[in-house]
């Protein structure tokens, strides 16, 4: 089955640039979505294909994806950026089915 | 604006199966597809399966056995089975709009409920 590894947790301070990973095997050649999820809330979308943002998600937020990592980018970040990210595939190579990261916990210091 | 709510049972005893229902608002049901997500307390997103707008499904293969994902058209709702559950299928569970792509191959989940939690005990 096929795998993303996220690292737990990065820390950054307020106006300093996050950048939170997502591995797996070629992931270069799929699309990479990724959602904020603040406590006690339903995940949020924030990048979807690989670097397009949703209507209402800021220019902030930013995504990339080659080789076998992706990555979301949170440039200045704010204090209210705190929050569970995770990245997610699609993978049909033997079952079809959706792929969720472990998650990683963006804290603002 | 599309709103989805998670409806159904809050307790579930062992070995019995679990049944919920989204109601989708703002938008037609037989339009879109929708799919499925689950999250144990304290841990991350598990995603169960997806109906497509033609009735079609896709599930988990670790949940397949157990899992039905069904279509009520006339009341704009679909809703998700699961049998024989155990205390591992403690969850809240969440129901989300899903945009499928062909080329590539992509799924992504672009509105969600705000998910209810089902505890599995005697």
């Known amino acids: 089955s096929y795998v993303l590894t996220q690292p737990p947790s990065v820390s950054v301070a307020p106006g300093q640039t996050a950048r939170i990973t997502c591995g797996g095997n070629?992931?270069?050649?799929?699309?990479v979505h990724w959602y904020r999820q603040k406590p006690g809330q339903a995940p949020v979308l924030v990048v979807y294909?690989?670097?397009a943002r949703p209507s209402g998600i800021p220019e902030r937020f930013s995504g990339s994806n080659s080789g076998n990592t992706a990555t979301l980018t949170i440039s200045r970040v704010e204090a209210g950026d705190g929050a569970d990210f995770y990245c997610q595939v699609w993978d049909s190579t033997s079952d079809r089915y959706v792929v969720f990261g472990g998650g990683t916990k963006l804290t603002v210091l | 604006q599309v709103q989805l709510q998670e409806s159904g049972p809050g307790l579930v005893k062992p070995s019995e199966t679990l049944s919920l229902t989204c109601t989708v608002s703002g938008g037609s049901i037989s339009s879109f597809h929708w799919s499925w997500i689950r999250q144990p307390p304290g841990k991350g997103l598990e995603w169960i399966g997806l109906i497509y707008h033609s009735g079609y499904t896709d599930y988990n293969p670790s949940l397949k056995s157990r899992v039905t994902i069904s279509f009520d058209t006339s009341k704009n709702q679909f809703s998700l089975k699961l049998s024989s559950v155990t205390a591992a299928d403690t969850a809240v569970y969440y129901c989300a709009r899903t945009v499928v792509a062909a080329t590539p191959e992509s799924v992504d989940f672009d509105y969600w409920g705000q998910g209810t939690l089902v505890t599995v005990s005697s």
């Open positions: 070629n992931i270069g050649s799929k699309s």
């Open positions: 294909d690989d670097s």
